[in-house]
Nanobody, 124 residues
Framework: QVPLVEIGGGLVQAGGPLRLFCAVS????????MGWFRQAPGKEREFVAT???????QYADSVKGRFTISRDNAKNTVYLQMNSLKPEDTAVYYC??????????????????WGQGTQVTVSS
């Protein structure tokens, strides 16, 4: 197992920024992607953003233009810069390493890696 360590999260006012970090211990395959999901109370876990080794990115429609994902391949770290936060962004955010071709899938796979989750709360 390659553990994921998430840093960031917390309480922020609506309209404010927040940045999440996720570091992966160990090597990941070149066909993998890193990114984030989130789960709000009473809701299913949903895709937020992902970035591949090639730096190709993909975002959920709900965060496009507000969130930016980036990675440092040398450090095996992925970042999520969240701007113009809204109360509906409140959720537990999970870092993930998954196969790039199915990163956004809702189905679980044996080779998925997940962080422990970090709480993001946006007050109105």
């Amino acid at each position: 197992q390659v553990p994921l360590v998430e840093i960031g999260g917390g309480l922020v006012q609506a309209g404010g920024p927040l940045r999440l970090f996720c570091a992966v211990s160990g090597r990941t395959s070149s066909d993998s992607a890193m990114g984030w999901f989130r789960q709000a109370p009473g809701k299913e876990r949903e895709f937020v953003a992902t970035i591949r080794w090639s730096s190709t990115t993909q975002y959920a429609d709900s965060v496009k233009g507000r969130f930016t994902i980036s990675r440092d391949n040398a450090k095996n770290t992925v970042y999520l810069q969240m701007n113009s936060l809204k109360p509906e962004d409140t959720a537990v955010y999970y870092c993930a390493v998954r196969r790039g071709i199915r990163f956004t899938s809702k189905n679980p796979y044996d080779d998925d890696l997940w962080g422990q989750g970090t709480q993001v709360t946006v007050s109105s």
